[in-house]
């Protein structure tokens, strides 16, 4: 007997983007990851508390009387001393209290010149500089010390005599051109005049080590060039008393103690 042929049906087949949905749900909890990471990112304490006890209720991991989840707040750092950092600040501190020493004695020293405007006395970074007028040391055009200047240098010699600090004697002339046998140009009058005062404070016993003499003609001007008075200004010697530690930055008025 005949008998029908049972018609086989084909299975579907398989979706091909099924995968997105595993995929998506992956992304989906990531992305809830990282939400929750960034909340917490900035530590508040009762905020933490209520998210971190939320999520142990939602996975079960609290039961009816349990113990809360607790956040503990961390603690900010505590600075430690840098004894390195400590040693250089009281290093600063004698160095500072030293060279303000030193400006006022100075001051005490020099202070009939100082009234007179012939003699200023400062302090900054560089050191303690005293500037000379020139023609307290020498006569014009020439670089011979004067007798009367021998006793204001000595007592600054006398001063520096002891102290460690190296010193810097800088000349400086006017722009009027200066031509003769002895100097061909403000250069070399500026750098002789230096040397001169060095060579006093060597005869007075500051140790020559510790000496440099500079000129620098008329370059420096710490005056107007075209008047008289800026000009007699521009004329001077500077000794620098240099800081061991130019870190430290102080002002002092130059004005004679009263």
Request: proline residues 8%.
């Amino acid at each position: 007997m005949w008998r029908r042929a049972r018609r086989k049906y084909d299975e579907d087949p398989d979706n091909a983007d099924r995968w997105l949905i595993s995929y998506a749900d992956f992304i989906t909890l990531l992305f809830a990851f990282f939400v929750v990471m960034y909340a917490i990112s900035s530590v508040n304490v009762s905020k933490s508390r209520v998210l971190s006890n939320s999520i142990g209720d939602a996975f079960g991991l609290l039961r009816p009387g349990a113990a809360p989840i607790v956040v503990v707040e961390p603690q900010q750092a505590v600075a430690l001393p840098n004894p390195i950092a400590k040693r250089r600040a009281e290093a600063l501190r004698r160095e500072k209290e030293h060279m303000t020493h030193l400006a006022r004695d100075l001051l005490s020293t020099l202070a009939p010149l100082v009234k007179e405007g012939k003699v200023r006395v400062t302090q900054d970074s560089r050191g303690v500089s005293v500037e000379i007028n020139a023609s307290v040391l020498f006569d014009p055009g020439e670089a011979r010390l004067t007798p009367e200047s021998d006793q204001a240098l000595r007592a600054v010699a006398g001063l520096l005599k002891d102290d460690p600090h190296k010193v810097q004697i800088e000349g400086h002339t006017d722009n009027v051109p200066i031509a003769n046998p002895s100097f061909p140009s403000n250069w070399e009058l500026s750098a002789v005049r230096a040397s001169a005062v060095v060579r006093l404070f060597i005869d007075s016993g500051v140790a020559p080590a510790r000496l440099t003499a500079v000129g620098h003609g008329s370059n420096w001007p710490v005056g107007p060039n075209d008047t008289p008075q800026g000009r007699a200004r521009n004329r001077r010697v500077a000794i620098t008393i240099l800081s061991a530690l130019p870190d430290n930055v102080v002002e002092l008025p130059a004005e004679a103690p009263k």
